[in-house]
C-alpha cells in the first residue's frame, strides 16, 4: 500500500458521473489539503481542485460547478465528484496532498485512476 491510492475512474459518455476516491497515507493526510490533478498525453499534470483542512474548496475554471472535492477525515480519504463530464475531462487523475508531497527529496505521486470521457 502506497501513500496515494487513486481509484474510481472508467469509460463513461459524455454527461455521465463519477466519483474519484484517494485514500491518503494519515501521516500526510491529515495536517495537509488535497488537492486533484489532471494530467493528458503531452500537457502538464494541473490542479483542479483541492480542499483545506478546514474543509474550504477551490477548483479549477474548466471544472467549476461540475465537480465536487471533499475529504472525509475519519477514513484519509478523499473524494472528487465529477458530474456532466465533458470530453475533455478525459484523463489522469491523481491526488495528492497540496503542494505535493516530497518523499527523499523527490515529488512522490500515486498510480493514478484513467477518466475516459466519449462524446
Known amino acids: 500500500q502506497g501513500h496515494l491510492v487513486e481509484s474510481g475512474g472508467g469509460l463513461v459518455h459524455a454527461g455521465g458521473s463519477l466519483r474519484l476516491s484517494c485514500v491518503v497515507s494519515?501521516?500526510?493526510?491529515?495536517?495537509?489539503?488535497i488537492g486533484w490533478y489532471r494530467q493528458t498525453p503531452g500537457k502538464q499534470r494541473d490542479l483542479v481542485a483541492s480542499?483545506?483542512?478546514?474543509?474550504?474548496?477551490n477548483y479549477a475554471s474548466s471544472v467549476k460547478g461540475r465537480f465536487t472535492i471533499s475529504r472525509e477525515n475519519a477514513k484519509n480519504t478523499a473524494y472528487l465528484q465529477m458530474n456532466t463530464l465533458q470530453p475533455e475531462d478525459t484523463g489522469v487523475y491523481y491526488c495528492?496532498?497540496?503542494?505535493?508531497?516530497?518523499?527523499?527529496?523527490?515529488?512522490?505521486w500515486g498510480q493514478g485512476t484513467q477518466v475516459t470521457v466519449s462524446s
Open positions: 495528492n496532498t497540496y503542494g505535493p508531497m516530497m518523499i527523499n527529496g523527490k515529488y512522490y
Open positions: 494519515r501521516e500526510f493526510f491529515s495536517s495537509n489539503g
Open positions: 480542499i483545506t483542512v478546514g474543509g474550504i474548496t
